[in-house]
Each structure stands twice: as C-alpha cells, then as structure tokens.
C-alpha cells in the first residue's frame, strides 16, 4: 500500500514538467552571476522540492484521469497524494528558512500562491485569465528567488529574467491546455482553450513566447556583452516558435494534440534545461561568474 502511494506522488510529480523549474533555477543563477556551491545546490533543492510538491499538490484537487502535460498515465488519485505533497512542501519550507531571509520569503510566496491557485475552497486556476497571470507570476519567482543568492533583484537582467519566465511560463501553460478542453469543461475550469478554442491558444502561446524570447535575448546581452548567449537564445526560441507554427497548422483532435503537447512539453523544458546549463558554463568558463 505504502509503495503504491509513494509511486502515485512520484508520477504525480510529472517530471517533465519539473525540467521548467531546473531551466528557471538555472537562468537566475547564471544572471545573478551565482556560483556553484552547497548553498546554491540545497537552495536548487529545495526549490525544485516545492515545485513538486505543489505540482502533486495542483493534481489532488484536479484529479485528472485523462493524460495532461508531462504525465500520459494518471495513478488514481488518493489521500495519500494530499499528503504526501504536504510532507514534501513542508520539507521544502524548512530547507529555505536556511538558506536566506529573501529566499525563504520568496519560497512561502510561491506556496500561498499555489494554495490559492489549487486548492478547492479558492481554486484561481478556474479562472483563465487569473490561472495564466499566476502561472507565469510563479515562473517570475522562480527567477528572483535563484538570483536572490546573488544580491540584488532590481538589476536590469534580473528583471528582464523574471519577465522571460513570466511569459515562458504562461505560453507553456495554455499550450498544456489545448488537448483538454472537454475536461476542463467538466469541472468548470474557464481555461483559455475552453473560452478561445484550439487555434487562437495556440496563437497566444505563439505571441507569448516570442516575447519571453526578446526579454531573454536582452538579459544575456545586458550580463554576457557579447553576442554568443544572445544568438542562442534566439535560435533556442525561433524553434519554438516554429514548432508552434507546424502544430497551428496541422489537422486537431484530442489524441494529436495530446501527443504534440507532450513532446512540445519535452522539448522546451528539456531543451531548454541544457541551453542554459551550456549558457552558465560559458560565463564560468569566461570568468563571469
């Protein structure tokens, strides 16, 4: 019984959703010039720590049968996912009550947040436009509390950072949503793709993206001088945006835009996962960090 809990919150956790997270982490430590150190990597730790736990968190109150980004087969959902995902963001708080006053703040903001966003008693992912200007708040945090190990939030890097999230976050979020129209219908989520449909989602997601391309462009010009981080930033976003643009432009139906969200999903988090870890060695390797 044990077992097969632990094994439900594992998949819950949907991993490839997680890479976002190590891609956000990372884009903040390389602005804010942060070293790789023990107090950088339990900082990474617990962030990603609260993410999942948030993540199994989101899933016990959506109870999604269905496959939805970054988990194709759905564990039954339990008690045991409610608190388990409890344990883990308990033990993620108490981690960054350690690390600084800033990050620790930064981290309890994200919890309440997605308590809000969640939970059945408020439940802000109902809303479209509340649901996708939280996502893409919580993909800002991400950034601030990465770059808080490294001093100041206010420097213009750190700001065009948080908006690359913002946005990132939110054209990841509603593309996540066009595959599951009918069940959030069910449940009353007013999603985006529910009040806009398949075509004008993915045109936003489109639109978003490319602006979280431009603020990343600025941010690795405004911190590299150089041109290198900047050019692979933008040929790192004009795939997206291209793969957006063949998807728009392909035949719909639930189980094709299932499998092309999922890969959609692998390929801007996973992807973008390693051009920012090539992005953070090349300033250490220049003596930039």
């Known amino acids: ?30 602005l804010a010039s942060v070293p790789l150190n023990i107090t950088t990597l339990w900082a990474f ?6 993410c999942v736990g948030l993540t199994i968190f989101n899933s016990y109150y959506d109870k999604d049968e269905a496959p939805v980004g970054g988990m194709v087969h759905p564990p039954k959902v339990t008690e045991g996912l409610f608190w388990g995902s409890l344990i883990i963001q308990i033990v993620a708080l108490a981690i960054a009550a350690f690390i600084s006053p800033t990050f620790f703040l930064l981290a309890l903001f994200m919890y309440i947040v997605f308590f809000l966003y969640s939970h059945k008693m408020f439940r802000f992912k109902s809303n479209g436009y509340a649901a996708v200007f939280l996502n893409g708040l919580l993909g800002a945090t991400t ?16 700001l065009c950072g948080a908006a690359t999230a913002f946005f990132f976050k939110n054209s990841v979020y509603i593309m996540m949503q066009v595959h599951q129209i009918e069940e959030d219908t ?8 529910v009040m806009y449909g398949r075509k ?41 945006a291209a793969l957006y643009l063949l998807w728009m432009n392909r035949e719909g139906g639930k189980l094709k835009d299932t499998v092309r969200m999922n890969r959609m999903v692998y390929y801007t988090g996973y992807v973008g996962s390693v051009v920012f870890s090539v992005s953070y060695v090349y300033l ?3 003596g930039m960090l």
């Open 1 to 30: 019984m044990l077992a097969a809990e632990l094994h439900a919150n594992f998949i819950h956790a949907r991993w490839p959703i997680q890479s976002y997270v190590v891609a956000g982490f990372l884009l903040g430590l390389l």
């Open 200 to 240: 004008r989602t993915l045109s936003a997601s489109l639109v978003m993206i490319l602006i979280a391309g431009i603020f990343a462009t600025a941010a690795l010009y405004i911190r590299s001088q150089g041109i290198v981080l900047p050019v692979l930033m933008c040929v790192y976003f004009i795939s997206i």
């Open 284 to 286: 250490h390797v220049r």
């Open 45 to 50: 730790f617990s962030w990603l720590l609260l």
């Open 186 to 193: 069910l449940r009353g989520d007013k999603s985006i793709a």
């Open 143 to 158: 950034i601030l509390a990465a770059s808080s190990l490294g001093g100041s939030l206010l420097r213009p890097e750190i």
